[in-house]
């Protein structure tokens, strides 16, 4: 038998519902935050990702399936989203036909890692992304529209971590004393962070080996090295989730995993999830337009994982009920009448109503059993006496009622 490819996953019926409910919300929220959607291509040019997300991440180290096409060039499976919204924004001067463009999306990504709760080979997120602004104001509008959304959920038990990485030359500063600090511990760290050292120093402070966290927390803080600028935007983002009361918890050694942010950055997390907490995070990326070929613009945004959503979902018990999968079973009594029950299924369906209809001519009784089982509140039964007087049977499968009725003031 042929599987699925490991760490995929295949969306079953039983769980659609699910599925639905989480991008309908993110439809919902976004929208009421003034935000349009977007689609871009599942795969880009390779140099979209390594540019856009930076050659020292994992990532694009690890993590990214990448291919040569039959022209030969490389190509690569989206591993995230934002890269590719800014390189579609460039290519279609979006960002000039209005002063802010806000986009929010529902979509799979891919990244090659050991599969395990929540991590998959082929994911979901959902994201939001705000153009144009450099101002904190477009900060905390990001945060309040991933808070909102964890609500409309009814997720309130999350943690909203933040810190600021600051502008380019506080972050020229911090790397001064934060590589000192590791020249110094270097023998303590993993081959990787050694690795990370001399590329990005930054991606240590992100480390998940616990031989690392034992270095990362005597680091320097962050936060000590902005300048007046970097500090104003950030003490402004935090006045403003001060005065929206979303309750957070500043941490100087949050530096997120990607390379092109600056100033804000944030994550979200849920003790549900374990060890690998986090269902969420985003930030602000000003310098990413001009790696990719474009002027330079102020962007702020985030994302959520899906798959994560829904393990906390379930944890705290506000998965959504599965919808019937009918309005209406028309069950015809004998195969003789199933015309008649084609006739008034296709009625019922032209006035927008869901109609279920046997279609392997079983019993009655199997019929009305299958009925059961898929939930669907309500039976109408096509019989030989009720149908010489033009009517049906119409059966509450909630209360058990059963009332016979003209087939035409059914129909109205």
């Given amino acids: 038998m042929i599987q699925a490819i490991r760490g995929t996953k295949d969306i079953l019926p039983d769980t659609i519902d699910y599925w639905n409910y989480l991008e309908f919300t993110a439809k919902a929220v976004s929208e009421s935050f003034g935000y349009k959607e977007i689609r871009t291509p599942i795969f880009e040019k390779t140099e979209v990702f390594s540019r856009g997300v930076g050659e020292g991440t994992d990532i694009v180290n690890k993590e990214m399936y990448t291919f040569a096409d039959k022209g030969g060039e490389s190509i690569t499976l989206r591993p995230e989203k934002t890269a590719a919204i800014v390189r579609a924004i460039i290519q279609s001067s979006l960002y000039q036909q209005q002063p802010i463009t806000r986009l929010w999306y529902f979509a799979p990504f891919f ?52 810190n600021s990485l600051g502008n380019e030359q506080s972050r020229i500063a911090y790397k001064e004393v934060l590589i000192k600090y590791l020249l110094e511990n270097k023998d303590k760290l993993t081959a990787d962070s050694q690795n990370r050292l001399e590329q990005n120093p930054l991606r240590v402070l992100d480390s998940k080996a616990e031989q690392d966290k034992a270095v990362v927390e005597g680091s320097p803080n962050i936060l000590d090295s902005l300048d007046a600028e970097s500090k104003l935007h950030f003490e402004t983002v935090l006045s403003y989730l001060d005065k929206l009361g979303i309750s957070y918890a500043i941490q100087p050694r949050l530096v997120r995993g990607l390379d092109y942010y600056s100033h804000t950055v944030f994550e979200f997390q849920h003790s549900s999830l374990g060890s690998q907490d986090s269902f969420g995070g985003g930030g602000r990326y000003n310098s990413l337009f001009s790696q990719l070929g474009g002027k330079e613009t102020p962007a702020v945004g985030f994302a959520m994982g899906a798959e994560r959503l829904m393990i906390i979902l379930e944890a705290i018990g506000k998965l959504p009920q599965p919808e019937p999968v009918a309005d209406y079973y028309l069950l015809a009594a004998d195969s003789k009448f199933i015309p008649k029950a084609i006739e008034i299924a296709s009625a019922l369906r032209s006035k927008g109503k869901k109609v279920l209809t046997d279609l392997i001519r079983r019993s009655f009784k199997s019929q009305m059993r299958d009925a059961g089982k898929l939930n669907i509140p309500y039976v109408v039964i096509i019989a030989e006496d009720e149908l010489s007087r033009d009517s049906l049977l119409l059966k509450n499968m909630l209360n058990g009622e059963q009332n016979e009725i003209l087939i035409k003031e059914f129909l109205k």
Wanted: aromatic fraction near 12%; hydrophobic fraction near 30%; charged fraction near 30%.
């Fill in 111 to 162: 990244r090659y890692e050991r599969p395990q709760k929540g991590r998959l080979r082929q994911f979901h997120q959902f994201g939001a992304e705000c153009i144009s602004s450099p101002y904190p104001e477009s900060d905390v509008e990001v945060i309040s529209l991933a808070v909102e959304y964890c609500k409309s959920l009814g997720i309130e038990d999350y943690k909203l971590l933040i």
